[in-house]
C-alpha cells in the first residue's frame, strides 16, 4: 500500500503562487511514476503535470500550465511538489497527488485550491 496526504491548497488572488506537497509512505520503493491531478466542479479529473522516477525524473505537463507550474521530487523527503505561479481562476480545482506502481494507482485525498479573480 501506498499513502498520500497533499498539503499546501488555499485561496489566493489571481496572479499570485502557491505551492503544493505530496508527502508518500508506505509501499514507496517501487512507485515509477507520480503526478498532480486537478478536478473542477463539473468537470473530468485531468493531468496538471507528472515525474517519471525511472527516466530520471523526466517531466511532463498539460498544455494549460506549461511555463506557470512546475514539478519536482525530494526524494529523500518521499514528498513531490507543484509550484504553480500566475495562477488564473480556471486552474480553481481539487488538486489529486497520484502515485503508479505496477499495476496499481494510489490517490490522496485532494487539496483545494481557489483563484479569485
Known amino acids: 500500500q501506498v499513502q498520500l496526504v497533499e498539503s499546501g491548497g488555499g485561496l489566493v488572488q489571481a496572479g499570485g503562487s502557491l505551492r503544493l506537497s505530496c508527502a508518500a509512505s508506505g509501499s514507496i520503493s517501487s512507485i515509477t511514476y507520480m503526478g498532480w491531478y486537478r478536478q473542477a466542479p463539473g468537470k473530468q479529473r485531468e493531468l496538471v503535470a507528472g515525474?517519471?522516477?525511472?527516466?530520471?525524473?523526466?517531466?511532463n505537463y498539460a498544455d494549460s500550465v506549461k511555463g506557470r507550474f512546475t514539478i519536482s521530487r525530494d526524494n529523500a523527503k518521499n514528498t513531490v511538489y507543484l509550484q504553480m505561479n500566475s495562477l488564473k481562476p480556471e486552474d480553481t480545482a481539487v488538486y489529486y497527488c497520484?502515485?503508479?506502481?505496477?499495476?496499481?494507482?494510489?490517490w490522496g485525498k485532494g487539496t483545494l485550491v481557489t483563484v479569485s479573480s
Open positions: 515525474i517519471t522516477i525511472t527516466t530520471g525524473d523526466s517531466t
Open positions: 497520484n502515485a503508479f506502481r505496477p499495476v496499481r494507482n494510489y
